[in-house]
């Protein structure tokens, strides 16, 4: 199984920055994507970005398209969600989570199957 642990969350004002982290550790690394999502209160969680394995190339949703980046580390084991020009409603509980799936979604948080506990972003002044 893998573990996740996000980090990097914190209180940024508007246009500001922040640059969330996931690492990955475990005996299990045969699963297909590494995705990022947020979750607002009362709000349904939400896929932000996604970096997929095999083609090592990433998916962001349009709300964050031109300010949010994924990259990963040289190893592999951990996965940078950089944030930019922060918006309020930006603001919520970011997690990554684990595709185990081959015909998985990136935007589908049902296709992941293991989480982080995850880490908070707020947004304001």
């Known amino acids: 199984q893998v573990s996740l642990v996000e980090s990097g969350g914190g209180l940024v004002p508007p246009g500001g920055s922040l640059r969330l982290s996931c690492h990955v550790s475990?005996?299990?690394?045969?699963?297909?994507?590494i995705g990022w999502f947020r979750q607002a209160p009362e709000k349904e969680r939400e896929g932000v970005s996604c970096f997929r394995r095999s083609s090592r190339d990433s998916w962001s949703a349009d709300s964050v398209k031109g300010r949010f980046t994924t990259s990963r580390d040289s190893a592999g084991t951990t996965i940078y969600l950089q944030m930019d020009n922060l918006k309020p409603e930006d603001s919520g509980r970011y997690y990554c989570?684990?595709?185990?799936?081959?015909?998985?979604?990136?935007?589908?948080?049902?296709?992941?199957?293991?989480w982080g506990h995850g880490t908070q972003v707020i947004v304001g002044p």
């Open positions: 475990g005996s299990k690394w045969d699963f297909f994507a």
């Open positions: 989570a684990t595709a185990w799936r081959s015909n998985f979604d990136c935007s589908e948080s049902r296709d992941f199957d293991s």
